[in-house]
């Protein structure tokens, strides 16, 4: 090793101690810090592993988590960057934090989150084993523009790696009829999940991507996912390696289904839930892994942080949902709805760069199903507290339910006023980072990543 990777290694693995002690956190800084010093860093800490990269708009932390928790229970070693720091410095830090001097003859694995934009900037370095893409939805349009400008982003770094094998979901249109070398597996639904065929109006990639005419659908999962076929020009859903056959049972919070022949229980509520648990599926299935790990891995992992997270404040059932997108708030809400008790809502809506600086995007999510909820109270928080309050009182809310928060203090006091035991907050990424911190300081939650 030349003598500037060897400092970059070692004067950011000193700053990864630091930050961890003195600021709970800073994946970022230290990964910035060694690409200074050397910037081809990722080469050198990264080559001895077999690096298995999630990219796609939703559902990439879970994914990430499910993925890495069946690698574990393999036996296999394995390292991910758990704290979602998904950029090029975050995915730096992680492996030099993971950088052993000593060679090992160990079979390692890497399974780590890509931002949709900065995989092109890591397949530069790493070549994986294995590249999967969860989905393409409109976010932060400020940063991605378009799902089109985002697909253009994700091809760019897989065309780098043509050995890559590439695990697919068949059911997002934009994915199929890829002019690449490399294999292919496709995922994707053989039942429809409430016998939807008619896309609604704000959904994403409605038209042909080679012909510009409008999909039909045998069955939509959710927003424009499904099995899709063009009439013009015969474009259709690619042919699935791996399927859920069935949906046997949703609640709040779990799912029963089949795949493969086979019923799996999935610890995590909702649709969105079952794409992520099938993506999983299917790379350890493309890694050899036998069915039983996958099938307990699925059975106990409970959600990431901020995602489906469950906590208790006081004699509160607190569920925190991570939402940042028009689809993704959209399945939220659904998830939501399958409660059927007197519960609790509150929303937080940030405007940081992290969560895209418009938000106009909340008019896109049908806010109307809450009217359908039994809501007890209806708290706001964060940045744009008032743009949320005005687009679920137009979405028909009742105001008198409305609790306005400027601070964090007044919405736990608020959590704990609640008359009813139930408490769901929706809340963009950087809120929920934020809020997780506040309640973490306070003593409500104990592991801050």
Partial sequence: MILKSFISIIVSKIIIKLSKFLFKGGSNFPGKIALKIDKDILFKAAKDY??????????????????????????????????????????????????????????????????????????????????????????????????????????????????????????????????????????????????NKAIDINADAKFCKNCKNPYSYEFITYNHLGNFYCKECGYKRPELKFSVESIIEQTPTSSLVQIDGNEYFINQPGTYNIYNALCAYSIANTLGISN???????????????????????????????????AGFDQAINTVSLDTRKINTAFLLNDNYADGRDVSWIWDVNFEMLQNLDINKVMLCGIRLYDMAVRLKVAGLPQDRFTINETYDSLLQEIKDCSTPTVYILATYTAMINFRKYLHGKGYIKKLW
């Fill in 50 to 195: 077999n690096v298995i990269l999630i990219t796609g708009t939703n559902g990439k932390t879970t994914t990430t988590s499910l993925i890495y928790n069946i690698i574990k229970n393999n036996g296999d070693f394995v390292i991910t960057n758990s704290t979602g720091a998904n950029m090029l410095p975050g995915i730096v830090s992680c492996f030099i934090e993971n950088f052993k001097f000593k060679k090992s003859q160990q079979r390692k694995y890497a399974v780590i989150e890509v931002d949709e934009a900065n995989l092109t900037l890591i397949t530069d370095y790493i070549k994986p084993k294995i590249i999967t893409v969860t989905n393409l939805f409109r976010d932060q349009l400020d940063r991605y523009g378009e799902v089109y400008t985002t697909l253009k982003k994700i091809l760019s770094g897989i065309e780098k790696t043509p050995y890559s094998t590439l695990v697919l979901n068949g059911d997002e249109s934009l994915l199929g009829d890829l002019s690449f070398p490399n294999e292919i597996v496709y995922y994707g639904f053989n039942s429809s999940t409430n016998g």
């Fill in 292 to 326: 039983s790990v996958i099938f307990n891995v699925l059975k106990s992992t409970s959600s990431s942080f901020g995602r489906q997270e469950s906590l208790t404040i006081d004699d509160k059932e607190v569920k925190i949902i991570l939402v940042k997108n028009p």
